[in-house]
């Protein structure tokens, strides 16, 4: 009986809900997706390169460091994408490289030939301006009369012009910088001419080699030819030459004489100006430390295609 009085005792057990995954599966599978594209897009472009751009590739990826510093085409193989040097010894008469396809390899041809093109029109012009000089002093009555002083020359730098001394007919007063009437007529008329072209002048002084009585301590030949260069250059300049054409004014005294064999003649007192020529003022910027940079290369391939037909 005791036994039927037992409690009963009723248990419930609360079952939760299982809780959500997340969203990490859908992270690995997109990563899983990404590599898998990856991958076939690796083979599809291994398959459609040829045979000695994968040994090229191969070869750059052995040895980086002797293809890169090596320039050119890979060694002995010309259809190599990625460049390095060497010879090219699979490469027989008739084959093209790349370079050829895309007419790389004909640009220094067509550079120097650019180049020549250039130098023969600017032969042209000098030749014109001389032509020009030589008719403008036959015409003008004061010049024809220094027609003899007047000396007119192309030379590997471009036109020379000059301006010599004769016995009784001196450009500037002796021992001195002060130009005569005449010869400042004459530049003057000069420097009416020569902004025609857009060549840059260079202007140099010359004496004979009759020294000054204080020797070379004091005021000696090179001063003189010095200042005369550069009284020369103001004549010019009022003439209507723009100052900024001149690029250099030297005074070289008695080291570069027109008669050696007489010291102190007249002749070898003179000034000289060189209408230059491209090359000759590339070369005096070079030896001053002005070196071609970039956009002067610029404006030179620039003036080749305008001036070139």
Same mark, same amino acid.
């Given at each position: 009986?005791?036994? +039927? $009085?037992?409690?009963?005792?009723?248990?419930? =057990?609360?079952?939760?809900?299982?809780?959500?995954?997340?969203? !990490?599966?859908?992270?690995?599978?997109?990563?899983?997706?990404?590599?898998?594209?990856?991958f076939?897009?690796?083979?599809?472009?291994? !398959?459609?390169?040829?045979?000695?751009?994968? *040994?090229?590739?191969?070869?750059?990826?052995?040895?980086p460091?002797?293809?890169?510093?090596?320039?050119?085409?890979?060694?002995g193989?010309?259809?190599?994408?990625?460049?390095? *040097?060497?010879? +090219?010894?699979?490469?027989?008469?008739?084959?093209?490289?790349?370079?050829? &396809?895309?007419?790389?390899?004909?640009? %220094?041809?067509?550079?120097?030939?650019?180049?020549?093109?250039?130098?023969? $029109?600017?032969?042209?012009?000098? @030749?014109?301006?001389?032509?020009?000089?030589?008719?403008s002093?036959?015409?003008?009555k004061?010049?024809?009369?220094?027609?003899?002083?007047?000396? $007119? &020359?192309?030379?590997?730098?471009?036109?020379?012009?000059?301006?010599?001394?004769?016995?009784?007919? %001196?450009?500037?007063?002796?021992?001195?910088? @002060?130009?005569?009437?005449?010869?400042?007529?004459?530049?003057?008329?000069?420097?009416?001419?020569?902004?025609?072209?857009? /060549?840059?002048?260079?202007?140099?002084?010359?004496?004979?080699?009759?020294?000054?009585?204080?020797?070379? #301590?004091?005021?000696?030949?090179?001063?003189?030819?010095?200042?005369?260069?550069?009284?020369?250059? #103001?004549?010019?300049?009022?003439?209507?030459?723009? @100052?900024?054409?001149?690029?250099? =004014? =030297? *005074?070289?005294?008695?080291?570069?004489?027109? &008669?050696?064999?007489? %010291?102190?003649?007249?002749? /070898?007192?003179?000034?000289?100006? =060189?209408?230059?020529?491209?090359?000759?003022?590339?070369?005096?910027?070079?030896?001053?430390?002005?070196?071609?940079?970039a956009?002067?290369?610029?404006?030179?391939?620039?003036?080749?295609?305008?001036? $070139?037909?």
């Amino acid at each position: 009986m005791a036994d +039927d $009085l037992r409690p009963i005792v009723i248990k419930r =057990v609360k079952k939760a809900a299982s809780g959500h995954h997340g969203g !990490s599966w859908k992270i690995a599978y997109a990563d899983f997706v990404t590599a898998m594209m990856a991958f076939f897009l690796l083979m599809w472009l291994l !398959s459609s390169v040829s045979k000695g751009d994968l *040994g090229g590739i191969a070869e750059f990826f052995s040895q980086p460091l002797r293809v890169a510093l090596s320039g050119g085409d890979r060694v002995g193989d010309a259809t190599s994408i990625v460049k390095g *040097g060497g010879t +090219d010894l699979s490469r027989k008469d008739g084959q093209q490289s790349r370079g050829d &396809d895309l007419g790389l390899s004909s640009r %220094p041809k067509d550079l120097k030939k650019a180049q020549a093109e250039l130098e023969r $029109l600017e032969k042209e012009k000098l @030749e014109g301006l001389k032509a020009r000089l030589d008719a403008s002093i036959d015409a003008n009555k004061v010049l024809r009369m220094f027609k003899r002083q007047l000396l $007119l &020359d192309l030379t590997s730098e471009g036109l020379r012009i000059q301006i010599v001394d004769e016995q009784h007919r %001196p450009m500037f007063d002796l021992a001195s910088a @002060e130009l005569k009437p005449y010869t400042r007529e004459i530049l003057t008329h000069i420097g009416s001419v020569l902004n025609e072209v857009p /060549n840059r002048i260079s202007l140099s002084g010359h004496t004979d080699a009759k020294p000054f009585a204080s020797g070379d #301590r004091g005021y000696s030949n090179w001063e003189l030819s010095a200042d005369r260069a550069n009284a020369s250059r #103001r004549a010019l300049v009022l003439g209507g030459m723009d @100052e900024s054409k001149v690029l250099r =004014v =030297v *005074g070289l005294a008695s080291s570069i004489m027109m &008669d050696k064999s007489e %010291p102190e003649n007249p002749i /070898n007192r003179r000034i000289s100006i =060189v209408v230059m020529n491209k090359r000759t003022e590339d070369a005096i910027l070079q030896q001053s430390g002005n070196h071609l940079d970039a956009k002067t290369s610029s404006e030179l391939e620039t003036g080749l295609q305008k001036k $070139l037909p």
